[in-house]
């Protein structure tokens, strides 16, 4: 099995709050990893990418950070939560190498 | 830089008839190319894949998409509809590199009626 785990699969949280969603994956090693997000109307943004332990790139400069603390663990964080935060947030994984995504069932996060 | 443009942000048609979503792309190196099909509050689920090799690909629940190198095109149709059709679909293009990273259109939302 290669699965995708997504926490919190629903969050509601006041504007000024901090953040954290995380993504675990099973059955493969060193995968490529991804963060991306799907607003109303806009398509999915990519956010971040890694393709390695505390590899860390970002797509787009913003309120959001991401980490990588150990292989298969993505997690995304925020310290004080905007308005224009909210959205669905979609992990997904390729191996290393050419390969599809495949992607988690995602957090739909609402900033109040 | 790799783009893709889904031309129709909604489709309706009726069950029993074509489906054809339109996508175009923009690569400066050869494509890898996918269609993505999401139902509500869901992730994304591959539907099908063109890298090398056959230009008319097939995939799940009957799609297909036709890689189309002159016209920069990689529209998806499938003959018949069904009402378990009814998604959101995304074409992507593969970005260049080792990264791996797909680059999305903005999605189309096909509504299939009785």
């Known amino acids: 099995s290669q699965t995708i785990h997504q926490w919190p699969a629903t969050l509601v949280q006041p504007v000024g709050s901090p953040l954290s969603l995380e993504c675990t994956v099973e059955?493969?090693?060193?995968?490529?990893l991804y963060w991306y997000r799907q607003a109303a109307g806009r398509g999915l943004q990519l956010l971040f990418y890694?393709?390695?332990?505390?590899?860390i790139s970002s797509e787009v400069p913003q309120n959001l950070s991401a980490s990588r603390p150990q292989d298969r663990q993505f997690i995304l964080s925020s310290k004080k939560l905007l308005l224009s935060d909210s959205g669905f947030y979609l992990c997904?994984?390729?191996?290393?190498?050419?390969?599809?995504?495949?992607f988690g069932e995602g957090s739909r996060l609402t900033v109040l | 830089a790799q783009s893709v443009t889904q031309l129709g942000s909604h489709v309706s048609v009726s069950e029993g008839a074509l489906v054809l979503l339109r996508c175009n792309y923009s690569?400066?190196?050869?494509?890898?190319l996918f269609w993505y099909v999401q139902y509500p509050n869901q992730g994304l689920q591959l539907l099908l894949k063109?890298?090398?090799?056959?230009?008319l690909v097939k995939g799940i629940n009957g799609f297909e998409a036709e890689f189309k190198k002159s016209e920069t095109s990689f529209h998806l149709t499938k003959p018949s509809a069904h009402m378990s059709d009814a998604a959101e679909y995304f074409c992507?293009?593969?970005?260049?590199?080792?990264?791996?990273?797909?680059?999305f259109g903005t999605g189309t939302l096909l509504a299939v009626q009785p």
């Open positions: 992507a293009v593969m970005d260049g590199g080792a990264t791996n990273k797909l680059i």
């Open positions: 890694s393709v390695g332990i505390g590899q």
């Open positions: 997904a994984r390729s191996p290393a190498g050419a390969g599809e995504l495949f």
């Open positions: 690569s400066s190196v050869p494509p890898y």
């Open positions: 059955g493969t090693s060193n995968p490529n």
């Open positions: 063109y890298t090398t090799g056959a230009t």
